[in-house]
């Protein structure tokens, strides 16, 4: 059987065997990873920059509960933007430090659960080739077999053999290259999403420990009084 003669399926299936079986369960489940990890990029990531950038507009007015009910509206009380600015508004630590740290926690965690199944990519990309080198090794052993076992048989034996075990090199790299690819292009997301969600932490935090500049007079001039 040649490459020509592998019109169906079934003889796809047959050339491969047991290996190109197993790829195509790993492709399958390559492509339901990716297709979850896009809907949860695109309801979680999506609707907390809609909520950043509404926060945005509302904290140099300070309007602390107004950004507070928006994150706690349906839809966005479950993004990490919308836990990081109300655990930083609902903290009561006022020390920079502290907070950072608070901040620093909540980013990392919200990271690691959208970065949690990336791993399954990156090991479906790095290892499929090798399982679609393996099952052509088996391949070329078998055709070698045939020839050895077959009495008067020819190059075409082993010609047959080979061309049906290449078809597993073939399966691994089909599943390999897309895997790589959603894998950098999602972790690239997480990657600029955190910037992101650090950038957000950085304005909360200054507008919560921020002092208009009259009470700090006020301040000041008590702090003299009681002095003299």
């Known amino acids: 059987m040649d490459f020509t003669q592998m019109g169906s399926i079934k003889e796809l299936l047959k050339a491969g065997g047991p290996v190109l079986i197993l790829l195509c369960c790993l492709s399958v489940y390559s492509i339901a990873v990716m297709?979850?990890?896009?809907?949860?990029?695109?309801?979680?990531?999506?609707?907390?920059?809609?909520?950043?950038?509404?926060?945005?507009?509302?904290?140099?007015?300070?309007?602390f509960n107004k950004i507070l009910d928006?994150?706690?509206?349906?839809?966005?009380?479950?993004?990490?933007?919308?836990?990081?600015?109300?655990?930083?508004?609902?903290?009561?630590?006022?020390?920079?430090?502290?907070?950072?740290?608070?901040?620093?926690?909540?980013?990392?965690?919200?990271?690691?659960?959208?970065?949690r199944k990336l791993s399954?990519?990156?090991?479906?990309?790095?290892?499929?080739?090798?399982?679609g080198l393996f099952g052509t090794v088996l391949g070329v052993m078998r055709a070698f077999s045939d020839l050895a076992n077959i009495s008067g048989a020819g190059p075409s034996v082993v010609a047959k053999?080979?061309?049906?075990?290449?078809?597993?090199?073939?399966?691994?790299?089909?599943?390999?290259?897309?895997?790589l690819i959603a894998y950098n292009y999602f972790l690239s997301k997480v990657n600029f999403f955190a910037k992101n969600l650090q950038y957000m932490a950085q304005?909360?935090?200054?507008?919560?420990?921020?002092?208009?500049?009259?009470?700090?007079?006020?301040?000041?001039?008590?702090?003299?009084?009681?002095a003299l």
Do not use: H
């Not at 979850?36 to 309007?63: C, G, H, T, W």
């Not at 930083?88 to 990392?108: C, E, F, P, R, V």
């Not at 053999?161 to 399966?171: D, F, Q």
């Open 161 to 179: 053999g080979i061309s049906e075990a290449l078809v597993n090199t073939a399966a691994g790299l089909f599943v390999a290259v897309p895997a």
């Open 120 to 131: 399954v990519l990156a090991t479906l990309a790095s290892t499929t080739p090798f399982i």
């Open 70 to 115: 928006a994150c706690r509206k349906k839809g966005y009380a479950n993004t990490a933007a919308s836990k990081l600015i109300v655990n930083l508004l609902k903290s009561d630590k006022n020390d920079i430090a502290q907070l950072n740290d608070l901040a620093d926690s909540i980013i990392d965690w919200e990271t690691a659960v959208l970065s």
């Open 203 to 226: 304005e909360v935090i200054s507008a919560k420990l921020y002092v208009p500049q009259q009470e700090t007079q006020n301040s000041a001039e008590l702090t003299k009084e009681k």
């Open 35 to 63: 297709i979850e990890r896009f809907l949860k990029y695109r309801k979680n990531i999506n609707r907390s920059r809609k909520l950043m950038d509404y926060v945005r507009y509302q904290l140099p007015a300070r309007n």
